[in-house]
């Protein structure tokens, strides 16, 4: 079965101001849509029909160029989606609050090392919260690669990833990733990020 | 050494409607100007203090190479820009295209494909290789050719930054549009030069 080009769970307008509605169309109708279109027509009628994305991601040393790009352009953009919502969600409470205290100290740690990591990832690509082998640790990575691909140089669950392809930004943000990065902060549905952690 | 910024060698409207002036204002006022300054910061006390671009190109890592190569290749990439320009290539340029490639048309076909291909942030080239022949290449991020002995000729981002605001997703319209303000003067005298 193909793959399809996710819902949202909420109207384009539904994130501003942190990110307009103009944005969120063209990103989720032509970007998303474009990998998913390329991913399907990647693996029609190869071993990998069929297969579910995370098994296809994990093997992604062994698939084409297209397979990576589009594979991860897929995965990727659907994480975005669902771990960002309107007013985003009160502060990580429970475990996952236990584990970001233990693995960086305070939220506030944490949230510098994220942005810290969207903001210097040279080009295009991704920052990510990856739960590996119980640890919680942050890392980025190009293009649309990610934790899940045996090729990533940091492996492991993606609980929270932001995109930092100029697309996700430049109608709005033009050349200030910074407070794209800030005001993607506000819309964290920590809710969604503990669901992952727990997985 | 410091770098600066060099002067925009046209007004910043002067490529409407295929680049618009809001796109230049960014591109060249904040995004080239960022790479300047990074570098200035980045050289200073570094082993590169005293280097020009060319020899931070070809030995320089990390931050260093990527704020230095982005200077250099915005820089070429400026250059090459004129709305009243030379269409196609002249004298031995255009020989050498067409004794590469078979045609100019197939030069920009190829070309073309190159630079909607790139995948994610890079650039689109043609190069001279060390044997007088001519080459397309790609390169990400900011990759330039020199750091493999190629000699740079023509160049297009396709950095997101360059084309979003004017084509947003439509990355295939601004190369379109990139090849009616190429002068193929400013690119048959860098041929000469070499
Ligand atoms: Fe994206
Ligand atoms: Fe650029």
Redesign the interface.
Known sequence: MAFELPKLGYDYTALEPHIDARTME?HHT??HA?YTNNLNNAIVSTALEGKSIEEILKGTSGHS?AVR?NGGGYYNHDLYWKVIAPGGSPKPEGVLQDALNEYFGSLENFREAFVQAAVTR????WAWLVLQDKKLVVSST???DNPLMDVAEVQGVPLLGIDV???AY??KY??RRPDYVNAFWNLINWDEVARRFKG | MSFELPKLPYQKSALEPYISEKTIE?HYG??HQ?YVNNLNNLTKGSPFENSDLEEIIKKADGGIF?NGAQVWNHTFYFGQFSKDGCKEPMDQLKEAIESSFGSFDKFVEEFSKAAATL????WAWLVRNDDGSLAIVQT???GNPLRDGQKPLLTCDV???AY??DK??ARPKYIEDFWKIVDWKVISKRFSEI
């Open positions: 063209i032509k970007h474009g160029t790009n040279f080009g295009s690509g190009p293009n649309q392809w100029e697309h430049y109608l033009q050349n | 960014f904040k995004h960022a990527n995948f994610g942030s890079g990400g991020n900011a950095w997101e930054h979003y605001l947003q997703n």
